[in-house]
């Protein structure tokens, strides 16, 4: 089955410090590739997307994930993590095929004054 | 600037009544989504829709309808609500290319 997984469901980091949120997919074929984010009693937000060229893909509020096809990742990075950033993010695979999204379950992120 | 949205943030409703949750977007897009969210289960998807009248049934659909008159308009109808769905409701809706947008959600108590 064609999936995505966050392998951590918490990540803690200090205000200033790079903050990295893990995704691995398992996809067959051109994969396209998603992070969200939601803060509290929110709906989710769209940050960026891989579909196809440059591996290093820029997003909003200074986010940028990496798509790494021999290690099956597309990790979510920031240089320089903000009280803000923290919230839920989720990464997520679209099936093209039949049109709807596949979401990992999700990673909590803390940032530390 | 919104373009998905949910009818209510809060909604309380009593046992056995029947519940509308409404969701309108204004982008054209023909794939629309409704999801639960729950603490420790992510997100479920209960229906989708790729166009007028049609849907499709997600990952737990029981005790859930759905009704897709126009195409910007995606109801998620509980017929008899229960306790075991208080819950947060988001829609959703994509053109296929650069992802889901969302509404802001419904988080719905079933007292």
């Known amino acids: 089955a064609q999936s995505v997984a966050q392998p951590e469901d918490q990540v803690n980091v200090a205000e200033g410090n790079p903050l990295t949120v893990k995704c691995t997919y398992s996809?067959?074929?051109?994969?396209?590739l998603f992070w969200y984010v939601q803060y509290p009693n929110r709906g989710l937000q769209f940050l960026l997307k891989?579909?196809?060229?440059?591996?290093l893909v820029k997003g909003s509020y200074g986010f940028e994930a990496e798509f790494n096809k021999s290690q099956t990742s597309f990790h979510l990075k920031k240089p320089s993590a903000l009280v803000s950033d923290s919230a839920l993010y989720f990464c997520?695979?679209?099936?093209?095929?039949?049109?709807?999204?596949?979401f990992g379950d999700g990673t909590t992120l803390t940032v530390k004054p | 600037d919104v373009k998905v949205t949910q009818s209510s943030r809060y909604l309380v409703k009593r046992t056995g009544e029947k519940v509308f949750l409404e969701c309108v977007q204004d982008?054209?897009?023909?794939?629309m989504f409704w999801y639960r969210q729950d603490p420790g289960l992510g997100l479920r998807l209960i229906y989708f829709?790729?166009?007028?009248?049609?849907?499709e049934k997600g990952d737990i659909p029981e005790g859930y309808s759905v009704s897709r008159e126009k195409k910007e308009r995606f109801s998620l109808i509980l017929e008899s609500a229960s306790t075991n769905q208080t819950s947060m409701y988001l829609c959703?809706?994509?053109?296929?290319?650069?992802?889901?947008?969302f509404g802001s959600g419904t988080r719905l108590t079933v007292v």
């Open positions: 959703a809706s994509t053109d296929r290319k650069y992802g889901y947008t």
């Open positions: 996809v067959s074929g051109n994969p396209y």
């Open positions: 891989y579909i196809t060229g440059d591996n």
């Open positions: 997520a695979y679209y099936n093209t095929n039949a049109g709807k999204s596949t």
């Open positions: 982008m054209d897009h023909e794939n």
């Open positions: 829709s790729y166009d007028v009248k049609m849907k």
